[in-house]
């Protein structure tokens, strides 16, 4: 598999998706483009890259539970190289705008860890602070 055909593999935050899925009305939902594995690692088709240092994935993900007060609603994450090394970037449909979701640091090839900035804090809810580790984000196979 080519690095620009290689999809991203990133389980948001693990805690999260466990909490949503056992909630009677839970729902984690995963779509175009993005499907769930089997270990709740949702994986994002690759959609190119850019000479402007951004790996670019397409998929939407919808997470929903207790009659719709609990909802997140993230797409098309990218990691985008900046000065301070890089990002994961999402479109937030809830701002309508691709908003700034975690700070990467570099774990291994193609792996990074991940935590929390301001705004993608928001796109999770007010239990979720700026500086909080989410998972870590892979480009490539499992």
Request: proline residues 6%; without cysteine; aromatic residues 8%.
């Amino acid at each position: 598999m080519s690095g620009d055909a290689a999809p991203l593999r990133w389980g948001v935050k693990r805690s999260l998706v466990r909490y949503v899925a056992g909630v009677p009305d839970g729902l984690l939902r995963a779509f175009d483009g993005a499907v769930a594995d089997d270990e709740q690692v949702f994986v994002f088709a690759a959609d190119g890259s850019g000479a402007d240092g951004v790996r670019r994935f397409r998929g939407s993900l919808e997470f929903t539970a207790h009659e719709g007060m609990l909802r997140i609603e993230l797409s098309d994450p990218w990691v985008e190289s900046d000065v301070e090394g890089a990002l994961l970037t999402v479109f937030s449909p809830m701002d309508d705008r691709r908003v700034a979701m975690a700070r990467l640091t570099p774990a291994g090839d193609a792996a990074w860890t991940a935590e929390l900035l301001p705004r993608g804090a928001d796109v999770l809810g007010p239990q979720y602070f700026a500086g909080t580790a989410i998972d870590p984000v892979r480009i490539g196979a499992g």
